[in-house]
């Protein structure tokens, strides 16, 4: 009976064991997107938004060149968006070249970069390469949370005078790292981070944004390269009811099991005692 019951006990910590290891700290970012290697992504997988955006957005080397004529005082972001999402640890690197950007004549920064957009109460997390009106030339990383209707900023801000490089969002459980580059060939280095939602990110962006200023922007922010425990178009396979489902079944197969070989065993030693009797 007692071999029994460490049988019991061994299979039903092997089975919620497995299930637990799915989340751990190490993470295959198995899913990826070349949009430099395979341009044709441009078409199926992300879209042109903002004022103008058919004229403005043009499709460059896997990504785009967004260009703002600065006849506008407040134009907004324009540029594309992501129709999938992105679930799990992921990393969303891209390639910049500033053709022109002007000094601003007040507003919050002209600039281009990448933005992580989670939806609902959670907001977003930008990397830009920008001129702030105050600050001057440089990288920032910005969060923005909506809360009792207004929606409320942090900007970290990094000097840089570099016109062509790279930048980089990694998330990893609930923290976004913010990576640059100040040249393509360069490595990868980390700015700063930010804490940010675990859970899936419905949108991310490529921008370029004059900031409330007349200003010309032209930018390139091309070679995008997303890899991710997953990308989807619905609803995550982690988030999924099916996926707690699957796991639901697979501990009660794997108690039912034990508890079949424990009927099994007392059936057994019954039919000894009688035969022995």
Excluded at 53 to 69: E, N, P
Aim: glycine content about 12%; overall charge positive; charged content about 20%.
């Amino acid at each position: 009976m007692k071999v029994t019951r460490t049988i019991f006990v061994a299979v039903l910590s092997m089975s919620l064991t497995t299930s637990s290891d799915s989340s751990g700290a190490d993470r295959d970012l198995k899913d990826v997107l070349d949009f430099a290697a395979r341009p044709r992504l441009l078409d199926t997988h992300l879209t042109r938004f903002g004022p103008s955006s058919a004229r403005t957005v043009v499709k460059d080397s896997g990504g785009a060149r967004i260009r703002l004529t600065g006849d506008k005082k407040s134009v907004g972001q324009t540029g594309m968006y992501s129709y999938f999402s992105l679930a799990g640890d992921f990393e969303v690197s891209v390639t910049y070249n500033l053709v022109q950007l002007q000094s601003p004549q007040g507003g919050y920064g002209a600039s281009v970069g990448v933005v992580l957009d989670a939806e609902g109460t959670v907001g977003a997390v930008t990397l830009a390469r920008g001129y702030h009106p105050t600050d001057g030339q440089g990288y920032w990383l910005s969060r923005s949370v909506p809360a009792n209707g207004e929606t409320k900023y942090s900007r970290q801000f990094f000097p840089s005078t570099s016109k062509h490089g790279r930048l980089a969002l990694h998330r990893k459980g609930n923290t976004v790292m913010g990576m640059v580059a100040d040249l393509p060939s360069e490595p990868l280095r980390e700015l700063t981070t930010t804490p940010f939602t675990a859970g899936t990110v419905r949108q991310f962006r490529l921008y370029a944004d004059n900031g409330g200023s007349p200003t010309v922007v032209d930018g390139r922010l091309t070679n995008l390269f997303v890899k991710a425990e997953e990308i989807t178009g619905g609803i995550p396979e982690m988030e999924s009811a099916g996926g707690w489902w699957r796991t639901a079944v697979g501990v009660i197969a794997a108690v039912g099991v034990a508890l079949g070989g424990l009927v099994w065993f007392r059936r057994r030693k019954h039919k000894k005692c009688k035969i022995q009797s």
